[in-house]
């Protein structure tokens, strides 16, 4: 069993940044891959951003250039730091590791 808790989310206006971070209950360093995930109202779930143990990360079209995954061993927290918002990035987040899901955090880009 693995508990990934999210936090960071917000209201943000269009071009402004959040950090969103993921607590994972155990150790990290040998987990292949983690993903974060958004879903917004009326539309699928889909990945945004995905970080393998060997260092590689891939994005979204739709996000590429902006935001950015990132992994702290040390701690078990696995980050997307997301830049220059726009109101096509409203969703709820969600960390994935294996077959476990956080409860998502909101993010809002609204002026």
């Known amino acids: 069993q693995v508990q990934l808790v999210e936090s960071g989310g917000g209201l943000v206006q269009p071009g402004g940044s959040l950090r969103l971070s993921c607590a994972v209950s155990?150790?990290?360093?040998?987990?292949?891959?983690i993903g974060w995930y958004r879903q917004a109202p009326g539309k699928e779930r889909e990945l945004v951003a995905a970080?393998?143990?060997?260092?590689?990360?891939d994005y979204a079209d739709s996000v590429k250039g902006r935001f950015t995954i990132s992994r702290d061993n040390a701690r078990n927290m696995v980050y997307l730091q997301m830049n220059t918002l726009k109101p096509e990035d409203t969703a709820v987040y969600y960390c994935?590791?294996?077959?476990?899901w956080g409860q998502g955090t909101q993010v809002t880009v609204s002026s």
């Open positions: 155990r150790s990290i360093f040998n987990i292949y891959f």
């Open positions: 994935k590791s294996g077959e476990f």
């Open positions: 970080s393998t143990r060997g260092g590689s990360a």
